[in-house]
Every structure is written in structure tokens, then in C-alpha cells.
């Protein structure tokens, strides 16, 4: 029985300091302060029943994101939560078609990334509550602008098929976690024998040393536990950022091959650096290091684009990875028809919540096309673990070819955190969407006046 009208709704601007010591940064994202709009919504339950959600961000802006959700607000507040679900399709098509603030979107952008926010703390209300089955799972997805590649009756066919074998699923899962790469973002213009260092040492504990790179070049790596869905051994993945200079890349990927060795599984990241014909000439100058995939070549919004960079990479054995600043389905169903992508890379609050998402992993699955997360961030790693552990139990049914991404940040800040044993991710036990943040943390580094931004600023003026 879900209960409790939604009495109210707050949203406030969280930001941590991480761009003071360069944590998070890239290429085309040089000082970013990890960020979150974070919204609760109180209901009139008797046991007083919340729910949080949060869409991350990089600092300034988040004040534009939370301008839209309060504008947003109006059609959540003092609905009844039952009715919400019991119509969840059209009540995301009504946050997602507002007549009037669906012109500075729609469904991208600012006004989505609010929607998010808001959808992400109605499903940690829902997941409270009660279980889902698939029909109830399809009646939250607006199929709107993507039957043309995946009808409500094939999503049902592909939930059905799931069910053979969760529970041995749902076995390995609590038994061994799911397998996790981790990205660590040092940016501080570490030397050749710095690097060979701190190589050596995530050679020998896995990705529990930080990774290195410089400011235009990162090395991360998984330790996945030696079992997939088929039973075979895997090994440690390394991934490296590439794109500011061709001579540099070569030089580092060359010296980080001849550290791993040629059986370690290397991928590339250009953070949407190049134009498509830069990309193609760029990654086949680096093939001879057989990298796995190189992610985010060009403009994310380039789905033919990537096309042309798949179809030129594919002789070379080097796979496309996109999707972490996909606006919504529609783009991840054009890179799926386009054959535009190898590796597909689903962002929690860049997409419409836990709705949006499920079209897409439905649309990966009839495509065949290997899910990785985008993670990191404020809360990314807290929330992505839901979908990915769910999309192996109950749509994907396997793990070849397929890791999430980790970044071991400010997961303190979190009443409940992911748990990573073994680089993987162990299942969530708490019930909710683990979406709930310290409330110390957030009176902390609520922007602009909160204690840390206080002193911050007042340093600044200074």
C-alpha cells in the first residue's frame, strides 16, 4: 500500500570545494566544484516519510537548477504519492511536457536535469514502500519518440525473459558485487617516474591506489573479482585520458603499456575534445596500444558523427563509449540506430531518473550493446548502483564486456553510502534510493552560506 500525500518540497545548492585541489577535472572541465541540487520532499505519513533526491553539478549553475526545480514544484506538491505511481507515466510526461517550461528544454538541459532531481527523491519514496513487477516497471517509461525501436510489449517480452535465472542472479550479486572500475582525477602534472609509481602500485592493490595522470592525461584502473556471468577470469582495466597532444598521448600510453603488459585491458577518454575527422586520425595514430574503447570523442550531440568514428575505429578493434552527457532516450536510441556506439554510458541524473533510464537499458538490451555507467560525482555512485545491479539481474542477464565506473569521492557526506568490496559494488540493503545526504554535510556546504562557502568567499574577498 503506498501511502502519504507530499506536503512539501525544499531544494538547496550544495557545492564542495573539490576544484581546490583539482579533483574532478579534465580537459574541458578545468575547475570543477562537485555540486548537487538536492531536493526533499516531506510527506504527511505518520511515520513522517521522506524522500530525497539530487541531480549533480559542477558549481556555478546549480543555482540556475534550482531556480527550475521550485518552478517545477507545483506539480508535485500535495499529490498523493499513490496517485503519482499509480500513473507514474503520465505524471513524468507532465514534468516533461509543462507547457511552458518545456520551451527551454524539453527534456534537456537545465529543466531536466530538475526533473530528474525531483523524480529521483519520488522514487526513493516509492522504493520505501513496496516491490515492483515488470508491468509495473513499464508503466512508469514514457515510450514516447522511441517505439519505432522498442514497444511496451517488447520491453514486457525482455522483463519476462529475465525472470529465467534472477535468483541465481540476485545469488552472485550479494555473493561477489558488481565488477567496478575507478576513475581518480589527480590533474597535477605528475613526472614520468611519478607515474611509473603510482602504476606499479595499482598494478599490485588494484584501483585502491589513486590513479595518476596529468592535466590532460589520467590512468585509472579496475580489479574485477575473477568470475563473469559465464564463469571466466577477468582482468584489471586501465583507462587513460587522452586528446591535448598527440606526441605526449603516445608517449604515456606507450609507457603505461609496457608497464601493464600487453593482456591488461586498456581504454581511452577524450572528454568530447575532437572534431570526428581530428578523432579518427588522433585514435589511429594511438591503436598500435589496442585500447578497448575510446569514450566521448567529440560533441555528444553528434550521433552521426560518432557514427563516422565507429565505423573508421572498427577495423582498428577500438570501440565507441558515449553517453554520460546524452540529453535523454531519444539520443541514445539514434546512437543505437546508428550502430554509433559500442559501449553505453547512462548518467542518473543526466536522464529523466530511474524512468528514463530503464527505457534506455531496455533499448541497450534489444541492441546488445554493453551497459558502463557514468559515476562519480555528488551521489552518482550512490544511485547508478541500482540501475546497473538491476539491469544485470533483470534485463541484461550479463557481465561480459560490462564494468561501472567508481570514484571514491565524498561518499562520506551520504547516510548511505555505496559499499565496494573487492572492486565491486555490493548491493544496497537499505531500502530507498540511497539518495539521502547528511544533514550536517549539507548545512556545511550549502552555497552561498554555509560554513565552508563562508570562509571561502570571505577568503577570496580578501
Not at 28 to 43: F, N, R
Not at 62 to 86: F, R, S, W, Y
Not at 128 to 142: A, F, N, W, Y
Request: net charge negative; aromatic share 8%.
Amino acid at each position: 500500500m503506498v501511502r502519504g500525500r507530499i506536503c512539501s518540497l525544499s531544494v538547496r545548492d550544495v557545492r564542495f570545494p573539490t576544484s581546490l585541489g583539482g579533483h574532478g577535472s579534465d580537459a574541458m572541465h578545468t575547475d570543477p566544484d562537485y555540486s548537487a541540487a538536492y531536493v526533499v520532499l516531506e510527506t504527511d505519513a505518520e511515520d513522517g516519510l521522506k524522500g530525497y533526491g539530487i541531480t549533480f553539478t559542477l558549481g556555478k549553475g546549480t543555482e540556475v537548477v534550482v531556480c527550475a526545480v521550485n518552478a517545477l514544484a507545483h506539480h508535485v506538491l500535495n499529490k498523493d504519492l499513490g496517485d503519482i505511481v499509480g500513473d507514474f507515466r503520465g505524471f513524468y510526461r507532465q514534468l516533461t511536457s509543462d507547457g511552458q517550461l518545456r520551451w527551454i528544454g524539453p527534456e534537456k538541459g537545465v529543466v531536466h536535469l530538475a526533473t530528474a532531481a525531483i523524480l529521483n527523491a519520488v522514487w526513493d519514496l516509492w522504493a520505501k514502500q513496496e516491490g515492483k513487477d515488470p508491468r509495473t516497471l513499464l508503466s512508469c517509461i514514457d515510450f514516447r519518440y522511441i517505439t519505432d525501436v522498442l514497444t511496451e510489449e517488447e520491453a514486457y517480452e525482455i522483463l519476462q525473459k529475465g525472470q529465467v535465472g534472477k535468483k541465481e542472479r540476485e545469488g552472485q550479486m550479494l555473493m561477489h558485487g558488481y565488477p567496478a572500475y575507478t576513475t581518480s582525477c589527480a590533474w597535477l602534472g605528475y613526472s614520468d617516474d611519478t607515474l611509473k609509481q603510482l602504476c606499479t602500485e595499482a598494478l599490485k592493490a588494484g584501483w585502491t591506489r589513486p590513479a595518476v595522470g596529468s592535466s590532460l592525461l589520467s590512468l585509472s584502473c579496475v580489479n574485477m573479482d575473477p568470475w563473469t556471468s559465464e564463469g571466466l577470469p577477468l582482468d584489471k582495466w586501465f583507462k587513460v585520458k587522452v586528446g591535448a597532444d598527440l606526441q605526449d598521448d603516445v608517449r604515456r600510453c606507450r609507457l603505461i603499456r609496457n608497464m601493464i603488459g600487453p593482456e591488461k585491458t586498456l581504454m581511452m577518454d577524450a572528454n568530447q575534445r575532437w572534431d570526428v575527422p581530428e578523432a579518427v586520425k588522433w585514435m589511429s595514430q594511438l591503436a598500435e596500444f589496442k585500447p578497448l574503447w575510446i569514450e566521448e570523442p567529440t560533441s555528444p550531440d553528434d550521433i552521426l558523427g560518432h557514427a563516422a568514428i565507429s565505423k573508421a575505429l572498427a577495423p582498428l578493434g577500438i570501440g565507441v563509449a558515449t553517453g554520460e552527457q546524452c540529453h535523454n532516450r531519444v539520443i541514445f536510441k539514434q546512437l543505437l540506430q546508428a550502430k554509433a556506439l559500442q559501449f553505453l554510458q547512462i548518467d542518473s541524473c543526466r536522464l529523466g531518473s530511474v524512468n528514463e533510464n530503464l527505457s534506455v537499458l531496455l533499448m541497450a538490451k534489444k541492441f546488445e550493446i554493453p551497459v558502463c555507467p557514468h559515476a562519480g560525482g555528488v551521489g552518482l555512485c550512490e544511485l547508478v548502483q541500482h540501475l546497473i545491479i538491476f539491469d544485470f539481474i533483470s534485463v541484461s542477464a550479463s557481465l561480459q564486456n560490462r564494468m561501472c565506473e567508481y570514484v571514491d569521492h565524498l561518499h562520506e557526506h551520504f547516510r548511505y553510502p555505496v559499499i565496494i568490496k573487492k572492486a565491486s559494488y555490493m548491493p544496497p540493503k537499505d531500502a530507498g534510493y540511497s539518495t539521502e545526504m547528511k544533514e550536517e554535510s549539507v548545512k556545511k556546504h550549502q552555497y552561498p552560506d554555509g560554513e565552508v562557502w563562508k570562509k571561502l568567499l570571505a577568503a577570496q574577498e580578501n
